[in-house]
Each structure stands twice: as structure tokens, then as C-alpha cells.
């Protein structure tokens, strides 16, 4: 069964540093892998997926990873802003053809201004 | 990006009562929509899929009869928390998953919906 960790479960960063997020799983047969960011009491808002044969993708001043062998994922924050507080989700779909999303429990970061 | 929404935002009812919360896919068909619950500071846990035409299927620990889900339409599922308890307060949230093909289907989720039980 999959388990999804994240690490650090909370950060807090002064404005304008670069800061790395942590997400591992248990089983590397995923078909991707996929960073959320979540507000406060909102839903969810997609930030980048990663399929299973890529690398690593961009956007903007976010960088996302992914190491299948080691089961491991870091999401890249570059010249953090205080609208980057949140909480970070990290979610791996297996390859059962199921769709089902297997979420870490997220990392509560607070830019500081 | 597609759009998922969720009615209502929020409900608070007394205990015992019945709640309906519908989530909608805005501008594609959905087959396949998902039921998560979130406790507050921790993760989402999937409560079930819902497939369009067919049951839902239900993860281990979820009671199919006390959280009754329906998807009878393409745009339209509904999950509803029968004979709702304090322990039930939660924040639901859909999603709703738009095949686009070649391995580009993507997940929409919808704004989620803060149910609070007396």
C-alpha cells in the first residue's frame, strides 16, 4: 500500500529565500506524481505534475523533481514571496489504472515579510 | 484549467439530519469523480470513486450506507452524509477527472465544502 510522507510538515522562511519541500513514497511504481498547494480552508490548485518517465518539470519560480528509484519528489521555491504561504501537497497515482490519488500529509509554509 | 464547484461552501446541521453536497464539473464531462475528507491540519483521505452509470466504489473503512454518493450524470455526482454525527464535521472535497489521453488526464478539484454537525 502506498504511504506518502512529506517533509517538513511546517517552515517558515523570511522573503525572499529559496526553499526546497520534501515528498517520499513507499511503492515507485507510480504513473505520476503531482504538487497541490492548498489555502486555508479552500480547496486545491494544481502547481505541476511529474509522469513517471520525466524528470523534473517548471513553472514559473517553482522547479518540481522526481526520482522514482529512491521515491523521492522535491518541490523547488525560488525568491519566496508572502503569497507563497500555504500548505504544499504532494500526491502519487498508482499504476493500477484506478486514478486514485494518494496524498502526503503537506508541508505549512509561512513566508515572512 | 476546467472547473469544479461544490454546493453548498459550507452547512452546519443538527445531529441526526441528512446532507446533500453536489460537486459539478463546469465545462467538461467527468466518468469518474472522487470523494475526499479533510480533518483540520491534516491531509485529504479519499472516501470514494464515483463512477458515472455505475456504484460507487468505497475505500476500506468508509460506510457505503452512511455516505451515499451518486453520480448520475456526466457533470454531476452527490454525496450525502446520512444521519450526520459531531465526528462527521469535516471538509469535503471533490475532484473530477478530464481524460484528455496520453497519459494527460488531469484531476480538477473543486472548492470544498465545510460541513459542521451540532
Known amino acids: 500500500k502506498q504511504e506518502v510522507t512529506q517533509i517538513p510538515a511546517a517552515l517558515s522562511v523570511p522573503e525572499g529565500e529559496n526553499l526546497v519541500l520534501n515528498c517520499s513514497f513507499t511503492?515507485?511504481?507510480?504513473?505520476?506524481l503531482q504538487w497541490f498547494r492548498q489555502d486555508p480552508g479552500k480547496g486545491l490548485t494544481s502547481l505541476l505534475l511529474i509522469q513517471s518517465s520525466q524528470r523534473e518539470q517548471t513553472s514559473g519560480r517553482l522547479n518540481a523533481s522526481l526520482d522514482k528509484s529512491s521515491g523521492r519528489s522535491t518541490l523547488y521555491i525560488a525568491a519566496s514571496q508572502p503569497g507563497d504561504s500555504a500548505t504544499y501537497l504532494c500526491?502519487?497515482?498508482?499504476?493500477?489504472?484506478?486514478?486514485?490519488?494518494?496524498f502526503g500529509s503537506g508541508t505549512r509554509l509561512l513566508v515572512r515579510p | 484549467g476546467a472547473v469544479v464547484s461544490q454546493h453548498p461552501s459550507w452547512v452546519i446541521c443538527k445531529s441526526g439530519t441528512s446532507v446533500k453536497i453536489e460537486c459539478r464539473s463546469l465545462d467538461f464531462q467527468a466518468t469518474t469523480m472522487f470523494w475526499y475528507r479533510q480533518f483540520p491540519k491534516q491531509s485529504l483521505m479519499l472516501m470514494a470513486t464515483?463512477?458515472?452509470?455505475?456504484?460507487?466504489?468505497?475505500e476500506q473503512g468508509v460506510e457505503k450506507d452512511k455516505f451515499l454518493i451518486n453520480h448520475a450524470s456526466l457533470t454531476l455526482s452527490t454525496l450525502t452524509v446520512t444521519s450526520a454525527h459531531p465526528e462527521d464535521s469535516s471538509f469535503y472535497i471533490c475532484?473530477?477527472?478530464?481524460?484528455?489521453?496520453?497519459?494527460?488526464?488531469?484531476?480538477?478539484f473543486g472548492p470544498g465544502t465545510r460541513l459542521t454537525v451540532l
Open positions: 475532484s473530477a477527472r478530464e481524460i484528455m489521453g496520453e497519459g494527460m488526464d488531469t484531476q480538477y
Open positions: 511503492d515507485s511504481a507510480i504513473y505520476n
Open positions: 500526491a502519487s497515482e498508482g499504476m493500477d489504472s484506478s486514478y486514485k490519488l494518494i
Open positions: 464515483s463512477n458515472e452509470g455505475s456504484k460507487a466504489t468505497y
